[in-house]
């Protein structure tokens, strides 16, 4: 296919791509429960006539961290289908988010995958007309939900993707998987997806983010910097009394969980390498005149790798096991999510950039490191151990505000510049000339 063809191809569907973004930015959902999201997905790539898994089939759920209680699920899944969902689908998920969609050309070839993240934020949106989504009629109408990270734009791209590879089928070769992976925000849907098998087969998986700190028009073709990470729940018990008539009968959980928060915080750096700790939420207590009998905190610990995560990991879970026995209270941790640190593919990563540099209209920035934790590194490293290649991209972005911000929108630009890349990534490994 010649250049200007292709990008004719693309242009054509951004009227389609920016919709299908703004949809999805309307009806938000949060992380393993993206059910109205999973069956928009499994629809479209039904009618352009991709195999479709679901649930279990592709969620291993025993892999499936910081997932809601049941009832919870239920809950989100009945507005899924008031909101416009379809209940068939909705149903067929077993209560598990997510979609592979899977196309064989019928052409002996390479199988190439694409992973786009598809939940939204813990956050409320902004409510004024100084916020670009609320003053134009989509910003989001589950409160408590907002895509305040961009996953609405990749999930966009995802379904674009989709419809170009149908319509350019003639010309190629092997397997292309579409992988529209769940609860990305706090590290927990990507490990699930892997421990099913998703990836075993992968030849080639891309994946990327749009926006961080880059420019429209500017593309990083391999990033550094993924943060091995753990996100733990804690949950102190103890024992609550009149504060006044006999606080010695009570165990004050809510000085135990300052106790902690206090020395977690205190946890020396490494010389090995970057470490973080953040306690990002601690709620106690019941009453002025009551002996806290309860804490509940949500925690994540990071590292430039896994013994540096490690580092910070046990030393916090050694201070809130020893604030508690300190306080007489009970404390249980549980992990609710997790990822690790992968390096992009050299060869993969100058294809990426080859391809880049024939789009003189994009600029490539060299290695930038993300300084974040991105749960795609699961998925990589597996691709990667099955001697196959993987790298993740960042395609650049003016945003309104920074990456989990109330008023977070980005240049809805960026969508044609993600779908021409990964459509020319597609026509080179997957392209039939020569066979």
Request: charged letters at 25%; hydrophobic letters at 40%; a negative charge.
């Amino acid at each position: 296919m010649h250049e200007k063809e292709l990008i004719d191809s693309v242009n054509r569907l951004e009227d389609k791509v920016v919709a299908y973004r703004r949809d999805f930015h309307k009806y938000a959902e949060s992380g393993w429960t993206e059910f109205r999201t999973t069956s928009i997905i499994a629809e479209t790539l039904q009618k352009l006539g991709f195999e479709v898994r679901l649930g279990r089939d592709i969620i291993d759920p025993d892999s499936a961290m910081g997932r809601p209680h049941s009832d919870i699920i239920k809950k989100h899944m009945e507005r899924a289908v008031q909101q416009g969902g379809n209940r068939e689908i909705i149903d067929k998920t077993e209560g598990y988010t997510g979609v592979v969609g899977i196309l064989d050309t019928g052409v002996k070839g390479p199988t190439t995958a694409f992973r786009f993240d598809i939940d939204a934020n813990d956050a409320f949106e902004a409510e004024d007309d100084t916020h670009r989504p609320f003053r134009e009629g989509f910003s989001s109408v589950n409160p408590g939900a907002m895509h305040a990270c961009g996953h609405d734009g990749h999930t966009a791209v995802g379904l674009a993707l989709a419809e170009l590879i149908v319509n350019h089928l003639d010309i190629l070769k092997g397997k292309i998987k579409l992988i529209f992976q769940p609860a990305e925000e706090g590290v927990r849907g990507a490990k699930a997806m892997v421990k099913r098998g998703v990836l075993d087969d992968v030849d080639y998986f891309l994946s990327g983010h749009i926006g961080f700190g880059l420019e429209t028009n500017t593309i990083c073709p391999a990033v550094s910097g993924f943060l091995s990470t753990t996100k733990i729940d804690v949950d102190y018990r103890g024992k609550g009394a009149h504060a006044g008539a006999n606080p010695e009968k009570g165990n004050n959980v809510l000085l135990a969980a300052a106790c902690a928060v206090m020395n977690i915080h205190s946890i020396p750096p490494h010389s090995g390498g970057i470490t973080r700790v953040n306690v990002g939420v601690l709620n106690s207590g019941v009453g002025r005149n009551v002996v806290p009998p309860n804490a509940f905190m949500k925690i994540e610990t990071r590292g430039e790798n896994s013994e540096l995560n490690s580092y910070v990991y046990d030393k916090t879970v050694k201070i809130l096991k020893n604030a508690a026995d300190m306080y007489g209270v009970d404390c249980r941790i549980e992990k609710v999510g997790e990822s690790i640190t992968v390096k992009c593919d050299d060869e993969l990563a100058e294809i990426v950039r080859s391809e880049v540099l024939k789009l003189p209209f994009l600029k490539i920035i060299e290695d930038r490191s993300l300084g974040g934790s991105e749960d795609a590194a699961f998925m990589i490293e597996r691709v990667h151990q099955r001697n196959g290649r993987g790298c993740y991209i960042l395609f650049g972005s003016a945003v309104a505000a920074g990456h989990h911000n109330e008023k977070f929108d980005f240049d809805e630009k960026v969508l044609v510049n993600a779908l021409l890349v990964y459509t020319k990534l597609l026509m080179r490994l997957n392209n039939r000339k020569g066979d």
